[in-house]
């Protein structure tokens, strides 16, 4: 027999969200003053505005991306700051996915072959905890862009505790898929 559960009112008891509410949430307008906003693992997270250079080395990312899958006649394109559904209760925005989906609505994990982070001040946060996420969700490859030490962190092999591949390489050589064979770019410094 199932029995009610009383706890004390001074026990801190977190709401979690499901993508749904927050989808729900956010077309009422309740994130309009944020630049970004997310959810990770049922908590919502607000994000900076981007600067500058977060913004022009996207762009340039995304422009070579486009350019090397239609080399390849790729079915894959390069989709700028689209909502990723991971889980029920995860729902992240990376700034880069390339993914063949052309339905409605958020991108389902399963259709997305690689995301792309590029973080200025998000580094830590991108290299652990989306990493986690990305990886428990099955997204194949996974890259994270160092802004200010100007290297590329690649993960690829993912496993239900995260990736089981892992490199990391200057800017400055061609960044080549692991996971997707004729997707390679090279960022011209800007």
């Known amino acids: 027999m199932n029995a009610a559960v009383s706890l004390a009112a001074t026990t801190p008891m977190p709401y979690r969200f499901t993508v749904d509410q927050f989808l729900s949430m956010s077309d009422q307008g309740l994130f309009e003053g944020y630049a970004k906003s997310e959810l990770v693992d049922g908590e919502i997270q607000v994000m900076n505005a981007q600067c500058s250079p977060h913004a022009r080395l996207k762009s340039r990312l995304a422009v070579e991306l486009a350019l090397a899958l239609r ?3 790729s079915p894959l394109e390069p989709q700028v700051e689209v909502a990723v559904r991971l889980s029920p209760t995860s729902l ?3 700034d880069i996915t390339l993914t063949g989906y052309r339905g409605d609505g958020a991108v389902p994990a399963e259709q997305a072959a690689i995301v792309i ?3 200025d001040t998000t ?3 991108d290299l652990g905890r989306k990493a986690q996420l990305y990886a428990a ?3 194949p490859e996974y890259w994270v ?3 200010e030490c100007r290297r590329l962190w690649q993960h690829a092999a993912p496993a239900a505790a995260g990736y089981r591949t892992r490199r990391e390489q200057p800017l400055t050589q061609p960044l080549a ?3 997707n064979p004729g997707v390679s770019v090279v960022l011209t410094p800007a």
Do not use: F
Request: glycine share 4%; charged share 15%.
């Open 71 to 73: 080399a390849i006649a």
């Open 117 to 119: 982070e590029v973080a």
């Open 92 to 94: 992240l925005e990376p």
């Open 177 to 179: 898929s692991i996971t």
């Open 123 to 125: 580094l830590s946060h």
């Open 137 to 139: 969700a099955g997204i």
């Open 145 to 147: 862009i160092d802004i």
